[in-house]
């Protein structure tokens, strides 16, 4: 037990630590046997400087200054270093303390007594300690309760077997060891604990995991969420039945005093706390920051909770999370949190308490090899029992086996809950130097494998792939088309609305739509991929989602048994987002996904950019099951048809250069020709030299597909066919001037085959995602006023490099 006792000191005495070890100390009248004690100087915080003769890490500022730069410098160097070998960045935190504690440069005793001295420790563990509290609290604010309610069977089997496999078999392996070898004392107390906290699998460990991997919104990042919470109760119910055999009479009042104490708080908690917070939430307004007042009230909260559960024997972190599961996940208040805090936690204060972890290890304290080998032994079984535990119910529910694997890795992952339990442990003496440098070698090694392993197993693209052509060149006349909407926000609904209503949803070829909101993932731990459940009473003041999901059903009831709208909310982090619009678009068997282009226009011819969208759009066009369009919307639409009265003529411009893509865009405006007041005009631009290159297939198809349409434009008045001589990309530059504002829609393929004439397009724009010609129209330069929808023909087919190869070009019907 170490205390810190303050006293004048001359002089000489100042910036020295002194461990005084006597029979009988006595301080301010009170006497303690045998307890070393810390003689600390006051008032030395600040430095004034060498030129005075101070020696600036005597003083608390300049040492805590220098402790944070060498642990930041060391952490970001190693993450560096280990980051292209998949490692995730605990394992850089946690090797960080070790090389700068006693294992390697704290060996040298002249190191440790400047740069990490006790009275120096003493202030970066308190640092560390809190900076932990926040990070519980706020795993408590993103994570959802009702989680453990909605967790189907599959997740409840998933963290039974993966918790009880693992405690069975790691148990016996403990019995065994105890019965057959001569243990140490110390070692064969703490077997016991160590076999109950191999077979943990916690949330907050998972969620960080899951988010450092991209795979939150994955079938397996949901799956793991779910599942980790069912682990976590069995863990602690475990634990309580531990502590409830071991009560003794002298520790029975403690123990009741310790029950109602948290029974009590968890009331004020529920019936104090709670109201007051949604009462916050009512009063702020959606899209509207948070007051600061409110964000002022929890920070307090937090503060005065963790003092509460330190008085009442429960632990600062304890009360923190519990604080935090009342706060609602999300906006407005959760999110706010969140965004205010995240970063300050998780990029200073975290990696101090992982590093500390190191520093409090020492990897010469392992004496015995045979310690080692029967702790590791026990991580190993451990390992085996719940990886098996938790394949064995996604397997019968026929996951792939590569994917129940990696899932099962998942599970194994070790990190901040189980470091703060050895902490812990460490400090009431539960666990000996030793076996806490055995455990921290083998969290590490866990974590160390597991990362890489996952990343290389799994692809959550992999399941995109469809076993049919979902085109719509390929789709059947008079059969369903299949149509997913992505909407960003309100602005994205009236360009949607018109393409739609081209699309000609009839009673003989309806239209499936789902509308799918996107929104990025905040004050979560978890996300979410939801039905829209409309309000038995509407709400006065309703959230951006309802209005959007109201405005289409009211364009639902415009085409009545023509058109079909089904709503879906997906909240997931922007990396990962087009997880949620392909498996969507596969589950629903979708045809054509449209999605919002990145750039808004929003006041003439300024445009806002995002480059979350684009990457979104990018990732969503490399892995769709289905053909896209990219829909870019200039901000000058006009009404949808199902707002106004006769719906006037909506005018259609279909470039065609070649290629699977105008192919797709073609069949497209066939469709939208059978409605009577969509005017199409097809123009086909040719050269001396080759337009597009390609193979003879994709040459005869585009002769094919061409003679179908001018055999049928001399039957259409509603249909004209232009072609256009160009030698050169300006030529085409000038055609595409030319019709800036004489069409409503200008369609367009993505994707063209090299050329010359392609090769001087693409350097007009390098970098862009649209294709040659795409980039040209949606530039901010080019003044049309017409949407432009850019298309991608589908691309993932099951066995097939090119799909082209095995289909048959359908009729397209005009």
């Known amino acids: 037990m170490n205390k810190t006792l303050s006293h004048a000191a001359s002089p000489l005495q ?65 993450y560096f270093l280990l980051k292209p070998f998949g490692q995730p960045s605990i394992v850089s935190q946690i090797i960080s303390g070790v090389i700068l504690g006693p294992s390697v440069l704290g060996r040298s005793a002249e190191f440790a007594a400047n740069v990490f001295p006790t009275k120096g420790n003493t202030l970066l563990e308190t640092f560390a300690i809190f900076g932990f509290m926040l990070f519980i609290f706020l795993i408590g604010v993103k994570m959802d309760p009702t989680i453990i309610l909605k ?76 599942s980790s919470i069912v682990c976590d109760i069995c863990y602690w119910f475990v634990m309580a039945v531990r502590f409830a055999t071991r009560t003794t009479e002298k520790s029975l009042a403690i123990s009741i005093g310790t029950i109602f104490s948290a029974v009590l708080f968890i009331i004020f908690l529920v019936f104090g706390v709670r109201p007051g917070v949604m009462w916050a939430i009512r009063h702020t307004p959606e899209g509207k920051p948070v007051k600061e007042i409110y964000f002022f009230a929890v920070i307090v909260g937090v503060m005065v909770c963790g003092f509460m559960g330190e008085v009442i024997g429960l632990s600062s972190f304890v009360t923190s999370f519990l604080l935090g599961l009342v706060i609602p996940d999300g906006p407005p208040l959760g999110a706010a949190l969140v965004e205010r805090l995240d970063c300050f936690v998780s990029s200073l204060l975290m990696p101090i308490f992982f590093t500390t972890c190191g520093l409090r290890m020492d990897v010469f304290a392992i004496k015995q090899l045979k310690n080692v080998g029967v702790i590791q032994s026990l991580v190993l079984v451990s390992f085996f029992g719940k990886t098996v535990g938790t394949m064995v119910p996604p397997i019968f529910c026929r996951m792939p086996i590569r994917d129940a694997l990696s899932f099962g890795l998942i599970m194994n992952s070790k990190g901040i809950v189980e470091l703060a339990v050895l902490i812990g442990w460490k400090l009431d003496n539960v666990i000996n130097e030793e076996c806490f440098a055995i455990m921290i070698i083998s969290v590490v090694i866990v974590t160390g494998v597991i990362s890489p392993l996952v990343k290389a197993l799994y692809d959550p693209s992999r399941r995109f792939i469809a076993y049919r052509r979902r085109t719509i060149l390929h789709h059947r006349r008079n059969e369903e088309l299949q149509i997913l909407a992505c909407i960003h926000k309100q602005d ?5 609305f018109n393409l739609l209503s081209a699309s000609n949803p009839t009673k003989e070829s309806p239209i499936n739509l789902v509308v799918l909101h996107l929104v990025k ?22 959230t951006e989602s309802e209005r959007i999901f109201s405005a289409f059903e009211k364009f639902e009831r415009y085409y009545s048994g023509h058109l079909r709208v089904h709503c879906y909310k997906g909240i997931s ?85 070649g290629g699977a893509d105008d192919r797709e865009v073609l069949a497209y405006a066939g469709r939208m020709l059978e409605d009577s007041n969509v005017l199409v005009t097809l123009l086909r631009f040719y050269s001396s030299a080759e337009v597009v290159g390609g193979t003879s297939r994709s040459k005869m198809l585009d002769t094919d597909i061409l003679s179908q349409f001018r055999l049928n434009a001399f039957r259409n008045d509603r249909v004209s066919y232009q072609e256009e001589m160009v030698m050169n990309g300006n030529g085409v530059l000038v055609v595409l001037k030319s019709m800036e504002n004489a069409y409503d829609l200008v369609m367009v393929g993505r994707r063209h085959q090299e050329s010359r004439l392609m090769s001087d397009l693409r350097k007009l724009n390098e970098h862009g995602e649209l294709g040659a010609v795409g980039e040209i129209l949606a530039a901010t330069d080019f003044r049309g006023a017409a949407s432009i929808l850019v298309v991608q023909q589908q691309t993932k087919l099951w066995g097939l490099h090119d799909p082209e190869e095995s289909t048959r070009l359908r009729r397209v019907n005009i």
């Not at 994205?492 to 949607?496: F, Q, R, S, T």
């Open 14 to 78: 100042m910036g020295t630590d002194k461990l005084v070890h006597a029979e009988a100390i006595r301080v301010g009248g009170q006497g303690k046997v045998g307890v070393p004690y810390i003689c600390n100087t006051m008032g030395q915080i600040n430095s004034r400087g060498l030129w005075y003769g101070d020696n600036p890490l005597d003083f608390h500022v300049p040492l805590l200054l220098l402790q944070l730069s060498l642990i930041s410098i060391f952490y970001r160097t190693l």
């Open 151 to 226: 967790s189907g069977k599959r997740a409840v089997a998933i963290g039974l077997l993966g918790f009880f496999v693992s405690y069975a078999l790691a148990g016996l392996l403990a019995f065994v060891l105890q019965k057959s070898l001569s243990l140490d004392h110390d070692l064969s107390t703490v077997l016991p604990l160590l076999v109950v906290l191999q077979s943990l699998t916690a949330f907050p460990v998972i969620a960080c995991f899951l988010a450092e991997l991209k795979l939150l919104n994955s079938e397996i990042g949901n799956l793991a969420a779910s």
């Open 492 to 496: 994205n609904v009236p360009a949607i």
């Open 521 to 542: 993932l905040v004050g979560r731990a978890s996300s979410l991929l939801i039905t829209h459940m409309p309000r038995e009473k509407p709400s006065q003041h309703p």
């Open 573 to 657: 982090p922007y990396a990962t987002m087009h997880n949620d619009v392909c498996s969507l678009a596969l589950e629903k068997r979708t045809t054509f996904i449209i999605i919002p282009f990145h750039k808004q226009w929003v006041i003439g011819d300024r445009a806002e950019s995002s480059y979350a969208f684009r990457h979104l759009n990018k990732n969503v066009l490399d892995k769709a099951p289905c053909s896209v369009g990219v829909l870019i919307d200039r901000g000058n639409q006009r009404k949808p048809w199902s707002v106004v009265g006769p719906p006037a003529l909506y005018r259609v411009a279909v470039l065609f250069f």
